[in-house]
């Protein structure tokens, strides 16, 4: 009889540690510390697997962290059935404990023998490295954001202010050229400061426009022009989302996109008492941000008024998909006005952003009711 037999894998870019757990008597063995190669985890399930008589089963699992998918796809070729868990899911051990890699190997293992946690989409080849390059392109758009802070910064402290309304214009960038200071030194490290501003602008330029090259590929340009036709969606978020998703119809309803996403509130209730906390931000971090800054565009303009730029976007769109669009941006900006009205704007913010990923739930699914 065929035995199957949990293995817990805690990963480390300096080493690994494996657990294995076996349900038929309820309990873990074989915890060992490797070094961080797939070769050494086959060696590792062959031995355990002599032991046994060679009638086992194997089922790893690790933590979705620093290794990515890298290790997953290294098992899956050579036939090792594998999943990766996601740390949110898993459950919390409250008061005092002691972590270690063993420890946490141990809890891997019986997370996947009990099924315990929800494990972590696989995207394919194509998706991850569109994944990859977006996430690069929001690295130097961070970095830009950094070094104008960094001169607005340095101006302020050496007694400068500007008088303009807007920052970053011809005039700003003109007035900051023309800037005398008391020591040369410093009009020095302001002419490197705007080296540096000048070419990540560049560069971030150079990334949106293959983004957008991006988008015209076969399997994404349909699904990016009816993502587009939302309130708040370029071309950016939308191909963030269809990497970063995959697959929407993985999430059975739009609540449970919207909770991959931390994007509903938390509940810390005992006995008759109840109470809500902000939202869990469980999930996908990098496409939720980006649904909270779609989500701020809904305070400007009239309800069901329509931009030039989203016309645009709706021009060459199926009938069908601009109505549900349509009826999704003007519930979308009463429930922004309407919670503002009465609430902070993070907060009106935030539950318009849970709104939006819903809509985007039903776009993509073709749940148009």
């Given at each position: 009889?065929?035995?199957?037999?949990?293995?817990?894998?805690?990963?480390?870019?300096?080493?690994?540690?494996?657990?294995?757990?076996?349900?038929?008597d309820?309990?873990?063995?074989?915890?060992?510390q490797?070094?961080?190669?797939?070769?050494?985890?086959?060696?590792?399930?062959?031995r355990?697997?002599?032991?046994?008589?060679?009638?086992?089963?194997?089922?790893?699992?690790y933590?979705?962290?620093?290794?990515?998918y890298?290790?997953?796809?290294?098992?899956?070729?050579?036939?090792?059935?594998?999943?990766?868990?996601?740390?949110?899911?898993?459950?919390?051990?409250?008061g005092k404990?002691?972590?270690?890699d063993?420890?946490?190997?141990?809890?891997?293992?019986?997370?996947?023998?009990y099924?315990?946690?929800?494990?972590?989409?696989?995207?394919?080849?194509?998706?991850?490295?569109?994944?990859?390059?977006?996430?690069?392109?929001?690295?130097?758009?961070?970095a830009?954001?950094?070094?104008?802070?960094?001169?607005?910064?340095?101006?302020?402290?050496?007694?400068?202010?500007?008088?303009?309304?807007?920052?970053?214009?011809?005039?700003?960038?003109?007035?900051?050229?023309?800037?005398?200071?008391?020591?040369?030194?410093?009009?020095?490290?302001?002419?490197?400061?705007?080296?540096?501003?000048?070419?990540?602008?560049?560069?971030?330029?150079?990334?949106?426009?293959?983004?957008?090259?991006?988008s015209?590929?076969?399997?994404?340009?349909?699904?990016v022009?009816?993502?587009?036709?939302l309130n708040?969606?370029?071309?950016?978020?939308a191909?963030?989302?269809?990497?970063?998703?995959?697959?929407?119809?993985?999430?059975?309803?739009?609540?449970?996109?919207?909770?991959?996403?931390?994007?509903?509130?938390?509940e810390?209730?005992?006995?008759?008492?109840?109470?809500?906390?902000?939202?869990?931000?469980?999930?996908?971090?990098?496409?939720r941000r980006l649904?909270?800054?779609?989500?701020?565009c809904?305070?400007?303009?009239?309800?069901?008024?329509?931009?030039?730029?989203?016309?645009?976007?709706q021009?060459?769109?199926?009938?069908?998909?601009?109505?549900?669009?349509?009826?999704?941006?003007?519930?979308?900006?009463?429930?922004?006005?309407?919670?503002?009205?009465?609430?902070?704007?993070?907060?009106?913010?935030?539950a318009?952003a849970?709104?939006?990923?819903?809509f985007?739930?039903?776009?993509?699914?073709?749940?148009?009711?």
């Open positions: 009889m065929t035995s199957i037999i949990y293995v817990g894998l805690d990963v480390h870019t300096s080493n690994f540690t494996a657990c294995c757990y076996s349900m038929n309820d309990r873990a063995f074989a915890i060992v490797m070094k961080p190669d797939y070769r050494e985890i086959l060696e590792y399930l062959n355990i697997n002599n032991q046994h008589g060679g009638k086992c089963k194997f089922v790893c699992g933590e979705a962290g620093c290794l990515g890298s290790l997953y796809h290294q098992l899956t070729r050579k036939g090792v059935d594998c999943v990766i868990l996601a740390p949110s899911t898993m459950p919390i051990t409250s404990k002691i972590k270690t063993k420890r946490d190997a141990e809890k891997i293992a019986r997370c996947l023998a099924h315990s946690y929800s494990p972590v989409y696989i995207p394919d080849e194509e998706d991850n490295a569109v994944k990859e390059y977006i996430r690069m392109r929001d690295d130097g758009v961070a830009l954001k950094r070094v104008k802070q960094q001169i607005i910064a340095l101006y302020t402290r050496n007694g400068k202010m500007f008088n303009g309304k807007n920052y970053w214009t011809k005039k700003h960038l003109d007035w900051l050229q023309s800037l005398e200071f008391a020591h040369p030194l410093l009009k020095e490290t302001l002419q490197e400061y705007l080296v540096l501003y000048y070419t990540l602008s560049e560069k971030v330029d150079i990334y949106n426009t293959r983004i957008e090259e991006l015209h590929m076969p399997r994404y340009e349909e699904s022009k009816k993502l587009c036709c708040g969606v370029g071309v950016h978020t191909m963030c989302a269809l990497a970063e998703v995959g697959d929407f119809h993985r999430f059975e309803k739009p609540a449970n996109f919207a909770a991959y996403l931390g994007l509903v509130p938390g810390d209730s005992s006995s008759d008492r109840q109470r809500r906390t902000g939202i869990t931000k469980a999930g996908n971090a990098h496409l649904l909270i800054e779609s989500a701020q809904l305070s400007r303009g009239k309800i069901g008024q329509k931009s030039k730029a989203l016309k645009a976007r021009k060459e769109v199926d009938s069908q998909v601009v109505a549900y669009s349509d009826k999704a941006n003007e519930r979308l900006k009463r429930k922004f006005h309407r919670i503002a009205l009465h609430s902070k704007h993070n907060i009106a913010k935030t318009a849970r709104e939006l990923a819903c985007m739930w039903g776009m993509m699914t073709g749940n148009f009711a």
